[in-house]
């Protein structure tokens, strides 16, 4: 199966009834397995954690460590673009050349890179004095 089928898939168990907005991650490892997360919106909003973080989480509670590539699924107009803390996240556990796949729920799809989504990013080498 496909990580945008993964993606497609769980993001049937996204529980957004704020939003009404449901989303889905799929990441491969660089073990080769499959992580999956979905959205899980709180009554308290700020509360709420996007899929990509849940996939993130599946990763690291797996045992894994590093993102070797992530897609990204929703029914939006265009494919749908990760928000600026989930670039961070992903950025956290993956090189910039990693592919990521935004796509939406009816086929349109638009492939891209982690340093293309956060240029600029702030990593450990600016602590390198600490
Ligand atoms: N959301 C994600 O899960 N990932 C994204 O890349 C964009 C936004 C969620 C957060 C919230 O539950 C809903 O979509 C609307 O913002």
Not at 56 to 76: F, K, R, Y
């Amino acid at each position: 199966m496909s990580l945008i089928d993964h993606a497609r898939m769980v993001r049937e168990n996204a529980y957004a009834p704020y939003s009404k907005f449901k989303v889905g991650a799929a990441l491969r490892s660089t073990s080769g397995a499959v992580h999956v997360g979905c959205n899980v919106e709180n009554v308290a909003y700020p509360e709420g954690t996007c899929a990509e973080a849940g996939a993130i989480a599946a990763m690291i509670a797996a045992g894994d460590t590093a993102i070797a590539e992530i897609a990204v699924i929703a029914d939006s107009p265009k494919p749908v673009s990760p928000c600026g803390g989930c670039r961070q996240k992903i950025a956290e556990f993956a090189s910039g050349d990693v592919k990521v796949t935004l796509t939406t729920t009816d086929g349109i799809v638009q492939e891209t890179t982690v340093a293309a989504l956060l240029p600029g990013s702030f990593d450990a080498d600016y602590m390198s004095r600490v």
